[in-house]
């Protein structure tokens, strides 16, 4: 069964600083990769995903990430963070051998501080 | 577009009781839906997997007799919660992908249930 790690459960940030928050998964032939944000008491918003391409996806608001195949990770970086971007961000991964089933990380807060 | 909307946002009931939850595709037809469990500050973890005219597929350890799951439209799915017990105050959310194969799914915002 497919496994997602984000190896920080809680990343403090100050505002306009670079944040990273990784994330690795068990191996698999074909798998897709989703982050999502989610902010208190409402559900999962995509922030942004690969599917195929290019290994470096980008999101609308300042985010990307990078698909690294050999080290099964999918890490999320910011170079400058604002104070709206503290929430619960959540990766994971869709694993074709298993019926496209998604399976989340444990999650990573991230509180920016001013 | 794709827009989940589930209902109630939020919920009290008393031990013993039942709580239907609602989860709507509103601009989409999702064939199947989802349906997560949230503890406070962990991950989300599948309940079941809702397909419509059939009957829903359980994550081992879930109750199906307990949370039961109707996918009676390609554009709704309920769970209910029967027989609620004080344990199975937590975050429900559903979700249902827009498409086949890769696409994303697309999440409601979650209905927290508290049984008192």
Redesign the interface.
């Known amino acids: 069964a497919q496994s997602v790690t984000q190896l920080d459960s809680q990343v403090p940030v100050f505002e306009e600083a670079p944040v990273e928050l990784r994330c690795n998964y068990s191996s698999s032939v074909s798998v ?1 990769l ?1 982050w ?1 944000v989610q902010y208190p ?6 922030l942004l ?1 690969y ?1 195929s391409g290019s290994t470096l996806v980008e999101s609308i608001n300042g985010f990307e990430a990078e698909f690294n195949k050999s080290q099964t990770s999918f890490h999320l970086r910011k170079p400058s963070v604002h104070i709206s971007d503290t929430a619960e961000y ?1 990766c994971a991964v ?1 694993d ?1 051998d298993a019926g ?3 399976t ?4 990573t ?1 991230v509180l920016v501080k001013p | 577009g794709a827009v989940v909307s589930q209902h109630p946002s939020r919920v009290i009931c008393k031990s013993g009781t039942s709580v239907k939850i609602e989860c709507r595709s509103l601009d989409f037809q999702a064939t199947t839906m989802f349906w997560y469990r949230q503890f406070p500050k962990q991950s989300l973890m599948l309940m079941a997997t809702s397909n419509e005219g059939s009957k829903a597929t359980y994550e081992q350890g879930v109750e199906k007799d307990k949370f039961l799951i109707n996918h009676a439209s390609l554009t709704l799915s309920t769970l209910t919660v029967t027989s609620a017990h004080p344990e199975d105050s937590s975050f429900y959310i559903c979700s249902a992908r827009d498409g086949t194969g890769p696409s994303p799914l697309h999440f409601g915002n979650g209905t927290r249930l508290t049984v008192t």
């Open positions: 897709y989703f999502y008491n409402q559900g999962l918003q995509l995903k599917l959540f869709s074709l496209n089933k998604l989340f990380g444990g999650g807060r």
